[in-house]
């Protein structure tokens, strides 16, 4: 009887246990076929070699040394200027490039992780599980995040790095997890499961193995979307004066510009130049996403063949 | 009905956990914040005051903590805040009435406004689906969406303030009016929100937009839509009482999300412009260390977008036959 059924799993296996398509090698095609990712992991590159190599773009060391004369001019000495405290703005920029990253991947990749356990955990398990699960991610999705994170910041005393992580992978993770429990409910029957199943594989297996490389896709959108989440909510926190006042960071640089009144001084650059760059890492982000989606979701994807529309018309 | 019911449910258990986490939160902060806040205000407020605020925060209390965590319970539901130390000797509550119908109007009027374009810009991109409006729009509002609030706050300030000096930033409405249903306050009003309102309108526009697109792009391919076409309806009525019709309501059910994401940018763009919502006054909650204040502040806030999140509930129910049986 048993070696009955082991010899029909065999035989079907071949067939049946091929998962859709998702890997490594496929992202990376799809990031090379697509404008719209290739000008984000461009952007995103820039940045990463700033925030590793920032001796690269600038020969200052120690960027928040108040060393210079106060509110320059752009000159090629300091190439956005000086601030009125005497600080170089493009080596602040520079050297604030590493810790809105490093709080982007982090944050990012806890909350991402966070986000998998719970979804996949509340799919895979169902029943009273499932329904604790969802709606613990239904109401960490409607409890708005912001003003409680500004409420434990404020009583963290201006968090450091480690309270600004902790809070936003703590806020970030339901609406990953909501998309990754719809994505794994859908798998759930799927016949290279049911195959999986059959081979007597443990659930532990099964998930790691068999269903997580299908959701690879998805899983890297969640992890673009949560960081992209952390870089806005963090520069946020830092504007309005709730990070550490002495970080190198683009949010504090704005909070100074902001606190100076930058603007009506007529310092533009100060705050133009710290606010593009988080502008310009969040649309590296999103434009990441973006094309994830388009990856994980064929019907979205620009359409080649226009014979349809040449027919609506 | 299943469905409204675990709606409410829902409700209630959200709004209880944010109530719960604003109880502990002070509790479970290392050095005691509460006590040092006391300290500061020793002698400018009145003895009873402190008295309450000691109570609300159990310092010097002999009562035990899931007695404490009762009263305040109450005290919240039936919206006895305590006092603000910042405004004293005005209560919370007061203070939030103040705040709340800048914040309604601003964040409604926008949230509305960038619905109705968002979704109109929406349907019209996915229905020319591959035209240039379409190949266009995307990218473009991918990036919008991703800008910073406070930022792009600055810019508009940067140009239409500091630069050409057409509008002002700073306020809700110009100090030497007296407030009143006259031409000259209204219009102060309505120029003084310029800037906030396009500053939302800019970055939320964007997520309408898309997720518009994409419902109608995924739409566009069911069946009902061939059956239209076949049946010889005209585009017009294809487009708007098919495709829009059904497109438009997984949007609505998506409102939850955007709230939150547009209330947390709301905060930022009424720092920027100083503009005295609520977003404004929990920020001037936590520079004072006014944490009654404050606390009023994220249950106010909270209180506000769980029922706008039911309100669109309620109306997905009354709009989509599919929402009432699937339960």
Same mark, same amino acid.
């Given at each position: 009887m048993t070696s009955a059924t082991a010899e029909t799993t065999e035989t079907t296996a071949p067939k049946t246990n091929r998962r859709p398509s998702g890997s490594g090698m496929a992202i990376w095609r799809a990031i090379r076929g697509n404008g719209k990712a290739l000008a984000g992991a461009i952007l995103l590159f820039i940045f990463l070699v700033a925030a590793i190599f920032p001796q690269l773009f600038t020969s200052?060391?120690?960027?928040?040394?108040?060393a210079y004369a106060l509110s320059?001019?752009?000159?090629?000495?300091?190439p956005l200027g000086t601030t009125?405290?005497?600080?170089?703005i493009w080596a602040q920029l520079v050297w604030g490039t590493r810790e809105t990253l490093v709080v982007a991947v982090v944050a990012g990749a806890l909350a991402s992780i966070l986000s998998v356990l719970i979804g996949v955990a509340a799919a895979y398990l169902g029943g009273a599980a499932d329904d604790l699960l969802s709606l613990l991610i239904d109401v960490f999705l409607v409890i708005p995040a912001f003003p409680l994170i500004i409420v434990i910041a404020a009583y963290a005393n201006g968090g450091n790095l480690a309270i600004i992580i902790v809070v936003l992978v703590i806020t970030g993770w339901s609406y990953g997890a909501r998309q990754l429990r719809a994505q794994a409910l859908s798998l759930r029957r799927r016949d290279f499961l049911e195959s999986a199943r059959v081979r007597g594989e443990g659930w532990f297996y099964i998930v790691i193995f068999e269903m997580l490389p299908t959701m690879i896709s998805l899983i890297a959108a969640n992890f673009l979307g949560a960081a992209l989440y952390a870089v806005l909510t963090a520069a946020g926190l830092q504007f309005i004066g709730?990070?550490?006042?002495?970080?190198?960071s683009w949010g504090t640089m704005l909070h100074w510009a902001q606190s100076a009144e930058a603007l009506q001084t007529g310092q533009a650059w100060w705050v133009i130049a710290p606010g593009l760059c988080i502008a310009l890492l969040g649309a590296a982000f999103a434009l990441l996403n973006y094309a994830f989606d388009e990856i994980s979701n064929p019907?979205?994807?620009?359409?080649?063949?226009?014979r349809r529309n040449r027919v609506r018309k | 009905m299943r469905y409204i019911l675990r709606r409410l449910g829902l409700f209630v258990i959200t709004l209880w956990i944010a109530l719960t986490v604003n109880f502990f939160i002070p509790r479970l902060m290392p050095g005691n914040p509460a006590e040092a806040m006391m300290a500061r205000f020793r002698g400018r407020v009145n003895p009873s005051a402190l008295k309450a605020l000691e109570a609300a925060f159990g310092i @010097?209390?002999?009562?035990?903590l899931i007695e404490q965590y009762f009263d305040y319970l109450g005290n919240t539901l039936t919206g006895h805040f305590g006092t603000s130390l910042t405004f004293f000797p005005q209560s919370v509550g007061t203070v939030i009435l103040q705040a709340l119908p800048w914040t309604l109007g601003l964040v409604g009027v926008t949230t509305i406004l960038a619905f109705v374009f968002g979704t109109l810009i929406g349907l019209v991109a996915g229905w020319r689906r591959g035209s240039a409006l379409d190949s266009l729009l995307p990218p473009v509002f991918v990036i919008t969406g991703a800008l910073p609030f406070f930022w792009v706050g600055l810019l508009l300030v940067l140009l239409f303030?500091?630069?050409?000096?057409?509008?002002? @930033?700073?306020?809700?409405?110009?100090?030497?009016l007296a407030p009143g249903w006259n031409m000259d306050f209204i219009g102060s009003v309505l120029t003084h929100a310029i800037l906030p309102a396009a500053t939302i309108l800019i970055i939320s526009i964007g997520g309408w937009i898309l997720t518009m697109r994409n419902n109608v792009v995924t739409v566009l391919a069911d069946d009902y839509i061939r059956m239209a076409r076949a049946k010889g309806l005209s585009n017009t009525k294809i487009m708007y009482g098919y495709a829009a019709r059904n497109a438009v309501l997984p949007n609505l059910a998506g409102f939850a999300m955007s709230l939150g994401f547009v209330v947390s940018g709301a905060i930022l763009v009424e720092y920027t412009f100083n503009y005295p919502g609520v977003g404004y006054m929990l920020l001037q909650a936590v520079n004072n260390q006014d944490y009654p204040l404050m606390q009023a502040m994220f249950v106010m806030i909270t209180v506000t977008v769980l029922v706008a999140v039911l309100i669109c509930d309620f109306l997905t129910v009354a709009l989509d036959p599919r929402a009432r049986t699937e339960g």
């Open positions: 200052v060391t120690n960027a928040n040394d108040r320059l001019p752009p000159s090629s000495a300091h009125s405290y005497g600080q170089d709730l990070g550490s006042p002495s970080s190198q019907a979205l994807r620009p359409v080649r063949r226009n | @010097n209390t002999q009562k035990p303030s500091v630069t050409l000096s057409v509008l002002p @930033n700073d306020g809700a409405y110009d100090v030497t």
